[in-house]
């Protein structure tokens, strides 16, 4: 579990291709690595990896195909800037919100608005996501933990103040990054919560209105 509170900014420095998956190097800049052992998770840009393998600057994790799919490393290099976070102690101080490291979907920044004191960031998410998205709600972006400032749709706003810019990789942001998100755990356990007796039963099979609507086929 973590927080969404970066403690320090990476650099993957290698990716080494195993089949349909990677064993990622990452220099760990000023994250104090003293106190990692081997299997230890760190969110990395919002992701829960494992430690294979570490030393004083680094630490190496395997990121599986499934993960590759349905998160930010599938457009990831050696040189790309990540935040980092280790996994929260109990007798750690709990500054942001609840982080489980699994990433629900890739946003798209949609448009980022230069103000005197902050900056305004318009994500798009992907519209299976908008439902668990809510007006001063918390969100996950890239592992850091952030408050939604403005909802349309599927596309939401945060603001974003200098210190946030200047210690996380949203500060490298423009129009059209992709990002990782993760929604707040509360909505999702919730929505399952409200279908009640329905919960227990299996999923329909095949192609429904849903179906179609989730995927593109019906226009709103």
Avoid at 48 to 70: N, P, R, W
Avoid at 109 to 117: E, K
Wanted: with cysteine; proline share 2%.
């Amino acid at each position: 579990m973590f927080t969404g509170i970066v403690q320090a900014l990476g650099t993957i420095s290698k990716l080494d291709r195993r089949g349909e998956d990677i064993r990622l190097t990452v220099n760990t800049g000023q994250l104090d690595m003293s106190d990692v052992a081997l299997g230890d998770s760190i969110s990395t840009n919002g992701v829960c990896l494992t430690v294979v393998e570490f030393g004083d600057t680094y630490y190496c994790a395997d990121v599986s195909a499934e993960t590759i799919k349905y998160t930010g490393f599938a457009h990831y290099k050696a040189g790309s800037t990540v935040n980092l976070e280790k996994a929260m102690r109990p007798t750690d101080r709990f500054g942001g919100h609840i982080v489980s490291g699994h990433v629900d979907g890739v946003g798209t920044v949609a448009n980022i608005i230069r103000h005197a004191n902050y900056v305004e960031v318009w994500v798009t998410a992907p519209a299976q996501l908008a439902k668990y998205i809510a007006h001063k709600g918390s969100i996950t972006v890239d592992g850091v933990s952030l408050t939604v400032n403005e909802v349309n749709g599927a596309d939401f706003m945060l603001w974003i103040i200098p210190h946030t810019l200047q210690e996380t990789v949203i500060g490298t942001y423009r129009a059209g990054s992709s990002i990782n998100l993760e929604v707040d755990v509360v909505a999702r356990y919730l929505e399952r919560l409200m279908l009640g007796d329905k919960a227990a039963q299996p999923k329909a099979s095949g192609i429904d209105m849903a179906f179609l609507a989730e995927n593109g086929f019906l226009r709103k």
